[in-house]
């Protein structure tokens, strides 16, 4: 039986899809199964930095800018005005699902209102990280180097931004990159870029975008006009975040974070569509904890057990494949982001990983510098590099012979364990995962 079957028969009408850790909680495979209730699947914010993979069959699909719901048929993909786009990076992927006989076409409109991430900006998120990391009593953020940070500064730069609409205007695009490229070429240099390799040329970048641009125009609409437009004739909208909300610019582990806000709360802006026309918000959490890059991680497991849980559960990056770190699940991060994304429902994903460890454990708060403990979650970075985890241990379980088919048919110690994050969150637990493919999931009757 289809998923989509088993999902409660008065399905919500709009839903928003978000990450509650660092991402990577693997939010395209329940984007996927959620497609098929849906006319629309949005993503909303961030760029190829993201990564979201699905399986289906024996086939994996690894989708960085092209939403999800590509791989459904009749579903419009949309990549709204707060995505960064990579016009190289999202026509590879489209040339890549054709060649697999995935169907893009008028299923995959992009708006003429996001920004564009040119190979300048790039240049400059590599050379920022090498001088960050060779500065003295500094380091990098372990960004993805794919110019993420430096379109979203142009954005709010406003001088200095190229949209998607300009790579269909030759004139406006001359004229901003003659503008913009000597002060690229001046900037990498003064970041220690040698002066061959920071040389930014605007006719051979102009003539670059243009073939590219050309080529994404049929797919080039303002988005924000198709939503409201899909709501006014009562179609059914997913928002498919990417990173994830302690990646979130305003909420996240701040400054390691990603530059954009990857909570629900970039839905409004990110496409045009107010908050309140979503009535359904799924936070996705694995049921341990992971991160990428740099940044503090109160609960990682640098030993046998991060070694093991990294293995198991494949942790390593769908955009960069580095190793993810691994550590378990902390329950005062994921009931922060539950309660700022509004969060009505949780999908634990990767649940199986777990399965044959001795015992496994929950953090449940922090101690403080003084001594103190606390279960709220800290502001930013720097207050949290100096907490210690407080745990909750409990029993583990070994992975069940036969294939689970309702949470009722868990082991016991299984079942103890989503009871103790649905209480401490204060949010039900409505999916489970407890494997990779599309069918491998427990949904909530």
């Known amino acids: ?59 994996r699909y690894a989708l960085h800018l092209v939403p999800s719901g ?4 009749g579903c419009t993909c949309v990549v ?10 999202i026509l590879e992927e489209i040339d890549g699902l054709r060649a697999r006989n995935i169907e893009v076409g008028d299923n995959l409109r992009i708006s003429s209102r996001a920004h564009v991430v040119m190979p300048y900006h790039q240049a400059l998120d590599g050379a920022l990280e090498e001088f960050l990391a060779g500065r003295s009593g500094s380091g ?28 269909l205007r030759p004139k406006v695009l001359e004229q901003k990159l003659d503008l913009i490229c000597p002060l690229r070429e001046a900037q990498l240099r003064s970041l220690g870029v040698p002066l061959d390799d920071a040389k930014v040329d605007a006719a051979q970048m102009l003539d670059h975008a243009l073939t590219l641009g050309e080529r994404l125009s049929p797919h080039v609409c303002d988005t924000t006009w198709l939503l409201h437009d899909a709501l006014a004739a009562d179609q059914r909208i997913l928002f498919e975040g990417a990173n994830a909300c302690l990646l979130d610019v305003d909420h996240g582990t701040y400054p390691f974070v990603t530059s954009s806000n ?49 293995e198991k559960g494949r942790e390593f990056g769908t955009t960069t494949g580095r190793p993810r770190r691994c550590g378990w699940l902390d329950l005062v991060a994921v009931r922060y ?27 449940i708060g922090y101690r403080l510098p003084d001594g103190t403990v606390t279960d709220r979650f800290p502001a930013d970075a720097f207050d949290l590099d100096t907490v210690e985890p407080v745990y909750e241990t409990m029993p583990g379980w ?13 082991p016991d110690a299984a079942r103890a364990y989503l009871d103790r994050v649905e209480a401490f969150v204060g949010v039900p637990i409505e999916i489970v995962g407890i ?11």
């Not at 709204?80 to 990076?89: E, F, L, M, R, T």
């Not at 110019?147 to 949209?163: E, L, N």
């Open 1 to 59: 039986m289809p998923i989509s079957d088993s999902m409660p028969a008065a399905a919500p009408r709009h839903t928003a899809v978000v990450g509650l850790q660092w991402g990577d909680e693997g939010k395209g495979k329940l984007v996927d199964i959620l497609a098929s209730d849906h006319d629309f699947i949005v993503r909303y914010n961030g760029g190829a930095n993201a990564g979201h993979t699905v399986v289906v069959g024996d086939e």
């Open 70 to 73: 590509i791989l459904v048929p």
């Open 80 to 89: 709204a005005n707060g995505v960064v786009i990579d016009p190289a990076k």
């Open 140 to 167: 990098a953020i372990g960004t993805t180097r794919r110019g993420i940070g430096p379109a979203y500064a142009d954005k709010v730069q406003r001088s200095t931004a190229i949209r998607v609409n300009d790579l």
């Open 262 to 310: 990857c909570s629900t709360l970039g839905i409004p802006a990110g496409t045009g569509v107010p908050l309140g026309h979503i009535d359904r918000v799924l936070g996705i959490m694995k049921a341990y904890s992971t991160r990428v890059g740099g940044g503090p991680f109160p609960t990682e497991l640098d030993n046998a057990v991060g070694d093991r849980i990294r």
């Open 337 to 363: 982001t539950a309660m700022v994304c509004g969060v009505t429902g949780i999908a634990c994903t990767l649940f199986d990983v777990l399965g044959g460890l001795d015992e496994v454990q929950l953090c």
């Open 398 to 410: 070994e992975d069940p012979q036969d294939r689970p088919t309702d949470r009722d048919s868990l």
């Open 435 to 445: 494997g990779p493919e599309r069918s491998e999931v427990l949904v909530a009757s």
